[in-house]
Structures are given as C-alpha cells and as structure tokens.
C-alpha cells in the first residue's frame, strides 16, 4: 500500500522566484491538506483541497496557492518566494468519507531553502 | 493565548518509565485530537487519535481526552530509547477541516 509520496525531496531557490511542490495521496485518499513546518515549531495548516476545490485556508498570504487533479494529487505553488518561506513543506493526506472524524497522514515533506 | 499548547520540554525519563505528555487547546468546537510523533529531520508520524471522552488504549500508548478542560494527554507507559522524539498534539478545528498543530514537546528516554 503506497503512502503518502512527495516531491523534490529538497529544493533551493533564490528570494524572488517561483516554485512548485507535488504530492500524491496515500492510496485510498481523496483529501489533501499543505503544510509549513519551520524548524522547531509545529506544521502550519496552509490549505486543504477536496474534490479539486480549495476546501479551507489558513494564514497564509495569496503568493501560496495550490491545485487538486482528477486522481487526487496535488501541487503547491509559492510565487515571489521570500527568506521566510524556507521550511519543510508537508502534505497529509486522508479519506473524506462524509463524517466529520478522519485522520491524515504526512508525506515525507520537501525542504524548501530560499537564498 | 495560542490554540494548542504543549509544554516544550525537553521531557526525560529513564527507560522502563511511564511518559506523560499534556497538550490543552482553546476552540470548545474541536471534535478529533491526534498525537504525531516526529523523529528529527522526518516527517509526522500519526500514533493515536481520541474523538470521545475519556481514555483510549492501543499498545504501549494511551490517550485521554477531557473536552470539559479542553485537555489531552499522552501517556507511553514501558518508554523505550526508540521512543525520544518530538510529540505533536493536534486538534482539529470547529469547522472539522483544519487541524491545529502544538509546537510539540521534546521527549528523551535514557537507557
């Protein structure tokens, strides 16, 4: 049973431009949720997309931006990327299957380092 | 006030030991509570999640979950060296969608 995958694993980049992260669902799962993680903090909840539409947002400014593809998996965008918006980039996956409990699963994460 | 709180520790205890680790949340509407350990330099790893009051069980770990106090807690009884990592407490919010994450508290168990 295929986990949660992500890809790059790392990633550098230079203040200013642009970057895409991907993750593909755990086998089963139809919902995908983006998280932050700076270092010795917590994962901050960027967003979460189901059934291709963005379902919920969190505090993050309009340069994050994602997408849902048919089969689930999904892309993070960060455009005018800043020093600040290095962090270990994480997606969870879970199963939406109309209750109001599911757990998530994390994918390994990307590492973003912006000089 | 932050929405989940957990004490950053370090927490150490000797091997064999019961770890508890607490975690107290601010929004009465959150209805999951999960605890994720992480080992450094991975990602979340999802040990236990708690709807319902009370304590749940699964292996050497134990949840419990007080929603009256806006409580939850981690207790590892038997704690082993393979155990020392970070702990997460996460609680999702009223709208169900959105999962707030703890800081995390540091656990280190001495052999």
């Known amino acids: 049973d295929a986990g949660v995958t992500q890809s790059p694993t790392h990633l550098i980049k230079t203040r200013g431009q642009q970057v895409t992260l991907r993750c593909s669902p755990k086998?089963?799962?139809?919902?995908v949720s983006w998280y932050q993680q700076a270092l010795g903090q917590g994962p901050q909840f960027i967003f979460q997309?189901?059934?291709?539409?963005?379902?919920q947002r969190g505090n993050f400014p309009d340069r994050f931006s994602g997408h849902q593809f048919p089969n689930y998996s999904s892309e993070l965008n960060v455009n005018a990327l800043l020093l600040g918006d290095s962090a270990l980039y994480l997606c969870?996956?879970?199963?939406?299957?109309?209750?109001?409990?599911?757990?998530?699963?994390f994918g390994p994460g990307t590492r973003l380092t912006v000089t | 006030q932050k929405e989940v709180e957990q004490n950053s520790g370090p927490l150490s205890v000797p091997e064999g030991a019961i770890a508890s680790l607490n975690c107290t949340y601010s929004?009465?509407?959150?209805?999951?509570f999960f605890w994720y350990r992480q080992y450094s330099g991975k990602s979340p790893e999802l040990i236990m999640f708690?709807?319902?009051?009370g304590d749940k069980e699964d292996g050497r770990f134990t949840a419990q979950l007080n929603k009256a106090s806006q409580y939850v807690s981690l207790l590892i009884r038997d704690s082993q060296p393979s155990d020392s990592a970070t702990y997460l407490c996460?609680?999702?919010?009223?709208?169900?969608?959105?999962?707030?994450f703890g800081a995390g508290t540091r656990l280190f168990v001495k052999a």
């Open positions: 969870a996956s879970s199963f939406e299957p109309g209750l109001f409990y599911y757990e998530q699963y």
């Open positions: 708690i709807y319902s009051n």
């Open positions: 996460a609680v999702s919010d009223t709208g169900g969608f959105k999962t707030i």
């Open positions: 929004d009465r509407g959150s209805q999951s």
């Open positions: 086998s089963g799962h139809d919902t």
């Open positions: 997309y189901y059934e291709e539409e963005e379902r």
